[in-house]
């Protein structure tokens, strides 16, 4: 880790403008990825403009029924706030899907949505990574790749994104607020992230000095949520595969209903092919069996992630499934 | 039932914070070191420009073959660190940055620039490699290959065959203390606190290796946070802080980076185990094969014997037992929790499951009518064996009479869940040592000896062991561990390390009460000493054969959506001769069934075929069990008495308890599901089908 | 001008203000602790938070001090394993890992007993887990029964290599009940 000068920020207006001044400068907010990486040596700032303290830590209702989440919100608190999980079960349960105790409770909001991909070949300095080091080529597609993209990827980048919490905003129709030295404006989550085409190297399309201030929840969707991840380890795991979903049912019919996948591809995946397949189609296991083939036929699966297309295509029709059920099956709701 | 004994004598320190490991001792000056792994699989080291590593704020020196002190050969040649230019695998040490502080360190090690010219490499192991060999002998010293009876001829009469091939990934220790050292020279003497599993071991290698007299070296390991056999012999981290200390003139602490330890610390090498059971009509096994091919690597030999469990387990008129290495371009192999009988009882008991399954006959029953009263490939009988009575007792606690043995024949939801069960087996090994007790005037004890505690409970056993030969209450003895200074004993391990010191304190506390007996019973001022020797006492051939046996039973759960294996109860019943101490044994047993569970569902690396190096390097990437992951785990024991093994009529319990847990719950697998997974871990996509 | 590096950071720890005069901005609050202050109970096993070793109390909560940089818990109330006791009585979690036999090795040991601090103290305060029930958000902010796989589930961020796993959660079950 190279030694490295260090502000700490009094407003976000502060924090926009010493970073604008400060090309090698990075936001330190929980410091819970950026830290690993300046350890790694992946990230060398010369500066950390240290957010953390910014009051960025409230969970707001708005007057559209929705919420507006601080983007210093700590993830504990986001998974626990009463408002959350009564209206986003899926979120909550996703923020508790990911890391550990501890590391929810130090890791935020904004954070978690700009965390990097864990591809063993990102965080390896001493090997070629065109996300690192734009132009060196990617191992994974021919290497270690069991955990990477099966949706999305390109020739120049396998990696996935790692976050469970961002599935479960895309499938909610989240926005991102961010603020930069241009002002403020609004991204869908869904557009908040790439793929990686020929520009891995950059996660989202944030711009340079532009800070997340907050996530915006527009009212919780009709019916029922839920998230369900699937991994090796019984916890404090990444997803092989992950789900969430929102469904209202109607009379034995789908009358609307939400779907993304995580641990797929560069970016939470939401599956609006399976989606319309779905909208007015009978809440039927046939139905949500052909609703994510549908959605995964575009799945491009590398030599030994194959696993992961049935895999998320069992968890998607299972999660569906208990949502429909009368009494909500394992992943009931409020 | 055994009372549950003492509470850990150093229990106090450990949860308090206060225990001192070897990265805890900072002698005034103390400097920061961090090594720099090779970045190429295979080649030379052509250059090593320092030039921006040593003009980082706070550097003290960078030491590389060209400027590190000269080291005297030894057997051990994965300790002869920065000496030339090879390369010889990925991850082995090229230099090694010394500053004032940790974080320059590191900063000065990531600025070391070193170009390489690689060479092409080689570190796949595949079953038809064209430089595989036997070797004449595996670890432990054991024979590379043994042939008895006619195996062919047998395997192709029986009326029941079993021919499967399993495979399991390299494996890693991971103990949580990474390996550190912190060492300091005064006046031509050596002080190293270093974490590792036996010090007289260490201080005899650096008297090699530095080319000095042992006396002038003291190892201190007086609290050592896990080992698992990869703290048993010196590693490099012990070498490079003494080289770094010797180089710079000043106390220097080296702790390994975690993601580093899979390079240069030893694993469990890569196995494919190939099987083949014949057997009548009865289950009893009339020829048994066990073909075992790995890998070492080009620095030194190590082979994991896992095709000795075949030669100790079961009836076996006809046998072959071999073992085919390859010398790649690889980490070196080394000792992980039971090297050779927890890979090679994977794959016997899986294969016994299956042999099960072709003769119809019950998975218990059939363990019992191959038992054995005397060891298959020696004849030596057992000087105890209690394997059946494991079976059986563990059969009863778990209820097993209940199952249904169809596959798939219980669901509970979206979970199918099945049972299964395996053998365990670890040899007796007894090695010499020494102490020493003493007996003060107010009729205090101390007893020293340089044991180590990796997390065994020894200092506790150890007292209780001269509480019981000494005729006194355990609060009047203390026992002092952990260091060179101290009467010099062997390592822990080998699941040796009780039954070796135990014996030598024992004799150290009769001699002891001889002396005071001698004296009418009165202690002069200042005390009476005893020391004592086992060389003499531990045979070297004895006319028996000595084990621990033992039966394990796994209930799992498989997600017919996800393939999400978990293991929902794991039941071990174990036939280890006396337990000494109650609580630390069962929390031993449990321990190595817990690793068993991260064998059987979790752990294993992967060799990059590319760069050389294991992937999976971290403890984000290279999955131990975690809380969750270990539910209803039990440990029992059935009393033996078995005068023959020592004064305490104890057996080894560090390592027994990983063995047949793997099979057990590939066992359960396969009657959850129907699939019969030969390849370890148990991951998601093996029973997604 | 060269850009400065190091800064004055002061930590409490377990109730004592330290000041550290010119901390180097890499140092985290872990190497702070065990090599500036020579509290060495919090322990470094992974250096990357993925064993939890390292976890002490900060202003209260559980958290991985490998990661997190002392410069920016400038002024941070910490509590490390040291600072559980009361004197010479031990912490209630402290005599349970001691009876249960709730470690072998100890080096996960003061990252366990941290953990369970926070955990318990996190449980008490409402805050779900993966694996509460979701009705359990008909009363929020009402305390969640620890259960067994509620503790395995919130321990899960701590590794132990011995596998002392169930003696642990025993332990702990034996301040909780």
């Known amino acids: 880790m190279r030694a490295f000068a260090y502000t700490r920020a009094g407003d976000v207006d502060e924090a926009i403008a010493a970073l604008a001044a400060s090309p090698g400068g990075m936001f330190l907010g929980g410091g819970t990825n950026l830290v690993d990486l300046m350890k790694l040596g992946v990230a060398s700032p010369g500066l950390l403009v240290d957010i953390g303290r910014l009051p960025l830590t409230e969970v707001r209702e708005t007057p559209d029924g929705g919420l507006r989440i601080g983007a210093n919100v700590r993830n504990s608190d986001l998974a626990a706030h009463p408002a959350v999980r009564a209206r986003y079960p899926a979120l909550s349960q996703a923020v508790l899907a990911g890391a550990s105790g501890q590391i929810r409770n130090t890791a935020t909001t904004g954070g978690n949505l700009l965390q990097r991909t864990r591809c063993l070949y990102f965080q390896d300095v001493a090997k070629p990574c065109n996300k690192r080091e734009p132009g060196s080529g990617c191992p994974a597609r021919e290497g270690v790749h069991r955990d990477l993209a099966v949706l999305g990827h390109s020739a120049a980048c396998v990696a996935t994104h790692p976050s469970d919490m961002a599935v479960a905003l895309a499938a909610l129709d989240a926005v991102v607020h961010l603020r930069g030295p241009g002002g403020e404006r609004t991204v869908p989550l869904c557009g908040f992230h790439r793929l990686p085409g020929d520009e891995p190297h950059r996660d989202t399309v944030i711009e340079r000095a532009e800070l997340v201030v907050a996530v915006g929840l527009p009212a919780p ?90 895999l998320a295509r069992n968890l998607a029709v299972r999660v569906l499934r208990d949502l429909a059920a009368p009494d909500g099956g394992e992943a009931s709701a409020p | 039932m055994s009372t549950p004994g003492p509470v850990r004598l150093e229990g106090r320190e450990k949860v308090t914070g206060t225990a001192r490991y070897a990265a805890e001792h900072t002698p005034p000056g103390t400097a920061y070191a961090w090594p720099v792994p090779a970045a190429v699989p295979r080649g030379r080291v052509v250059a090593i420009d320092t030039g921006a590593a040593l003009a980082e704020p706070g550097a003290v020196a960078v030491l590389t073959h060209e400027n590190a002190p000269r080291l005297k050969d030894t057997d051990d040649a994965t300790l002869l660190v920065l000496q030339n230019d090879r390369v010889p695998h990925r991850g082995w040490y090229v230099a090694l940055a010394v500053a004032d502080t940790p974080e320059a360190a590191r900063a000065m090690a990531a600025a070391v620039r070193v170009s390489y010219a690689p060479e092409e490499h080689d570190v796949v192991l595949a079953p038809g490699h064209p430089r595989l060999y036997v070797p004449e002998t595996a670890n432990a010293g054991v024979p590379g290959s043994r042939e008895r009876g006619d195996f062919d001829g047998a395997y192709a009469s029986a009326p029941v065959r079993v021919d499967a091939t399993y495979t399991t990934r390299a494996l890693h220790n991971h103990p949580m203390e990474p390996h550190a050292t912190t060492a300091r020279w005064e006046d031509g003497r050596l002080v190293a606190y270093d974490s590792c599993q036996g010090a007289n071991a260490v201080q005899e290698t650096l008297a090699g290796l530095f080319g000095m007299d042992k006396e002038r070296i003291t190892v201190v390991a007086e609290h050592v946070g896990g080992g698992f056999g990869c703290k048993g012999t010196p590693r490099p981290q012990v070498v490079l802080a003494a080289m770094a200390a010797r180089h710079t003139g000043r106390p220097v602490r080296l702790v390994l980076p975690r993601a580093q330890l899979a390079a240069v610390v030893g694993h469990r090498a890569p196995l494919v185990q190939r099987l083949r059971l014949g057997a009548g009509e009865d289950g009893v096994i009339s020829a048994l094969a066990h073909e075992v091919t790995t890998h070492t690597s080009t620095v030194r030999e190590f082979v994991e014997q896992a095709a000795v469990p075949s030669r100790a387990m079961y009836v076996s008129p006809n046998s072959r037992t071999t073992h085919r290495v390859v010398a790649l371009d690889v980490p070196s192999p080394s000792w992980m929790r039971a090297p050779g009988e927890a890979p090679g009882m994977y794959a016997l008991e899986c294969a016994m499951d299956e042999l099960a399954c072709a003769s119809g006959v019950d998975p218990v029953e059939l363990r019992v009518r191959n038992d054995t009263a005397a060891e298959p490939d020696s004849g030596k009988p057992y000087s105890s064996r209690h394997l059946v009575e494991c079976l059986r007792e563990g059969a009863r606690r778990f209820g097993w009479d209940a199952r249904d043995p169809r596959p798939r024949s219980r669901a509970e939801g979206p979970l199918l869940v099945g049972t299964g069960v395996a053998s365990s087996y670890y040899p007796v090994y007894l090695m010499p040592s020494s102490a020493e007790a003493h007996v003060t005037e107010t009729g205090r004890y101390r007893v020293r000896i340089n044991a180590t505690d990796i997390g065994t409970g020894a200092r506790t056993v150890l007292a209780q062991v001269a509480a019981d030969a000494l005729g006194v209450a355990l609060d009047r003895i203390a026992v002092e561990i952990g260091s060179t200074a101290l009467p010099a004993a062997p390592l822990a391990g080998g699941s040796a390390g009780t039954g070796s010191w135990g014996w030598a304190v024992h004799k150290a506390c009769r001699a002891l009460n001889g002396m005071v007996d001698a004296r009418g019973g009165t202690v002069p001022p200042g005390g009476l000493t005893a020391g004592a020797d086992t060389a003499g006492d531990v045979p070297s051939d004895p006319p028996d054969a000595k084990a621990a046996f033992g039966a394990q039973f796994a209930e799992v759960t498989v997600d017919r959506d996800t393939g999400e294996v978990r293991v929902r109860r794991l039941l071990g019943v174990f036939a280890a001769g006396r337990i ?110 | ?92 979690l402290q005599e349970a890992f001691l009876v249960r036999d709730g470690f072998q090795c100890g080096y996960c040991t003061p990252g366990q007993l941290c953990s369970a601090v926070g955990m318990i103290a996190e449980a008490g305060e409402g805050a779900p887990s993966v694996v509460t029930p979701v009705a359990g958000a008909a009363s929020p902010g009402a305390p969640v029964p620890l259960s067994p796989d509620e503790i395995r589930e919130r321990m899960s961020g701590n590794l132990c290599r011995c596998g002392a796993y169930g003696n642990i959660v025993a332990a702990i079950e034996d301040v909780t009940r």
Request: hydrophobic letters at 45%.
């Open chain 1, 221 to 310: 969707p009709a019916g029922r949520s839920a998230y369900r991840k699937a991994r090796d380890r019984a916890s404090y795991a990444f997803a092989l595969a992950s789900v969430a979903a929102a469904l209202d049912v109607r009379e034995g019919a789908v009358t609307d209903v939400r779907l993304a996948f995580g641990g797929l591809a560069h970016k939470p995946w939401r599956a609006r092919v399976a989606e319309e397949a779905l909208r007015g189609a009978p809440a039927t296991e046939e139905s949500f069996v052909r609703a994510a083939e549908a959605e995964l036929a575009a799945a491009e699966p590398l030599r030994d992630n194959a696993f992961k297309v049935s």
């Open chain 2, 580 to 689: 000494l101490s109650a609580r630390t044994a069962r929390s031993q047993l449990i321990g190595g069934m817990t690793m068993g569970v991260g064998m059987a569902l979790l752990e294993g690396s992967t060799m990059d075929p590319r760069f050389g190096d294991f992937a999976e390097r971290d403890l984000a990437s290279y999955h131990v069990p975690t809380h969750a992951d270990v539910r209803g785990v039990e440990a029992h024991w059935i009393d033996e008495t078995d005068l023959l093994l020592n004064p305490m009529g104890s057996k080894g319990i560090g390592e027994i308890g990983i063995v047949g847990t793997a099979a057990a719950v590939a066992n359960a697998v396969h009657h959850a599901t129907g699939v019969r997974v030969r390849d370890l871990p148990i991951l998601p996509e093996k029973v997604l089908g």
């Open chain 3, 1 to 92: 001008m060269e850009p400065q590096t190091s800064s004055a950071v002061t930590l409490s720890v377990n109730g004592v203000r330290h000041r550290l005069r010119d901390l180097d901005h890499r140092t985290t609050v872990l190497d702070a602790l065990r090599e500036h202050l020579g509290l060495t109970g919090a322990k470094k096993g992974c250096d990357h938070a993925q064993c939890g070793a390292c976890t002490v109390l900060v202003d209260g909560r559980r958290a991985n001090s490998c990661l997190l940089l002392a410069v920016a818990y400038d002024g941070a109330e910490v509590t490390t394993v040291e600072g559980l006791a009361d004197g010479d009585a031990l912490h209630p």
